[in-house]
């Protein structure tokens, strides 16, 4: 019967534990799903346009590339399309931010890069140089970063300014411009300065 007894008490105990873990599991489960709540939800006219927009000017950016024998494409401008064509109420995908920030990337690194040369430290000092002057001159636009650790990574000079940055900074501003009012209800930009 004692036996009886405590094979009971273990299934219950078991039981009791299993429900307790599938309880805790099923609250964060629960937990991580109210965060969708914080994340933007899209129309699919949203999506589709954010996917044919991008596609266009990343094109643009690419063929100007090959045709003209300049580099009008660096790949934090796949992260610039993602702002102007996804989101481009944000006020981080303004003209401001989009040129603005890359030049002061792009200045930033080379000069660095002329000083200081291309170790870690100048990297990690580009990035943050970069972050700081955005914030003062209120262009902040988070692909920049990327611009200015790349300057410092390829070890760039003085036309790294023109070409890629401050050349396709313009031009994808414009692919954005032209295409996002082309579309009724979404203007674009919100502001130019």
Known sequence: ???????????????NTNQSALRRWKR???ILQQSRRHQPKFSWQHILLSYVGSFIGI???AYLSVYSSYPL??????????????????PLAQPRNVIGGNLIA?????????????G????????????????????????SG??????????????FIFT?????????????????????????PRHWL
């Open 1 to 15: 019967m004692l036996l009886k007894n405590n094979t009971v008490r273990q299934k219950s105990y078991r039981k």
């Open 28 to 30: 964060k489960f629960y």
């Open 59 to 61: 094109a643009v950016l």
């Open 73 to 90: 494409i660096a790949a934090p401008f796949g992260a610039t399309a993602v702002l102007v064509f996804g989101v481009p109420d944000s």
């Open 106 to 118: 792009a200045l930033t690194c080379v000069i660095l890069v002329h000083l200081f040369g291309t």
């Open 120 to 143: 870690p430290w100048v990297m990690a000092l580009a990035v943050a140089t970069t972050i700081k002057l955005m914030q003062l001159t209120r262009t902040v636009h988070p692909p």
């Open 146 to 159: 990327a611009v200015a650790l790349i300057g410092v990574l390829s070890n760039v000079d003085w036309r």
């Open 164 to 188: 890629p940055a401050l050349g396709g900074s313009i031009i994808i501003v414009l692919v954005t411009v032209i295409f996002n009012n082309l579309v009724e209800g979404r203007p674009y």
